[in-house]
């Protein structure tokens, strides 16, 4: 169900993608975007991100059912080389009519352990204070460490304080 996504399955995923980003906007989300976002602004998003999948600094989660994508994630890996323990979380989004079943959690774990995996032992992330993902975070054991208010517009021209989180990993046990 869940499942990591090269660039080349990305690409052929830009139009699923772009629907989810679009129908995530919609419903009022937080992502970068704001009010009118149509899926072509949405493809063009996510082509954006292709290089960084082809060189391996941006990984693609996605989790999808009944073959229809329900859900994505983004890991970016730090680039800097003074963290190359570090990565943040980006575009965690689950379709409108998929939600509380789970899968943003399923998608979260799933990109923690890729991120553990990759020797990402520090995960930051932010999101709208009082959105679900804040929610989602919190249950899943985030910490807190700061809100800015007036960070970010909502898709309605408003304001919003954005809190940000992040996460300390134990490091993956290496096989072999
Ligand atoms: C945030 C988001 C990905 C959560 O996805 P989801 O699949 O609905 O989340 P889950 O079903 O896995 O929820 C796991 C836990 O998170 C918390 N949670 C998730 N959504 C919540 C909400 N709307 N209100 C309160 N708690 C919530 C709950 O503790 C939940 O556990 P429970 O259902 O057993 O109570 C989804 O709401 C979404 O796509 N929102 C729009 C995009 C967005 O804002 N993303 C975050 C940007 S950083």
Known sequence: MIETADAVQARGLLP??????????????SVNFLAGFDQAAAEA???????????????????????R?????????????????????GKMIVHSAARRRDLGRILLSTAEALAASLGRTLLLLDTETGSAGGALYRAEAWVEYGRVPGHALRPNGRPAETTMFYKRLAPAIRQG
Do not use: K, Y
């Open 45 to 67: 998003f996510w082509h954006s991100q292709l290089n960084g999948m082809v060189s391996g600094a941006t990984r693609l989660l996605v989790v999808r059912d009944g073959g």
């Open 69 to 89: 994508l329900q859900g994505c994630v983004l890991l970016f890996l730090a680039h800097q080389p003074n963290a190359p323990f570090r990565a943040e979380i």
């Open 16 to 29: 699923a993608l772009g629907a989810l980003l679009v129908d995530a906007v919609e419903q009022g989300a």
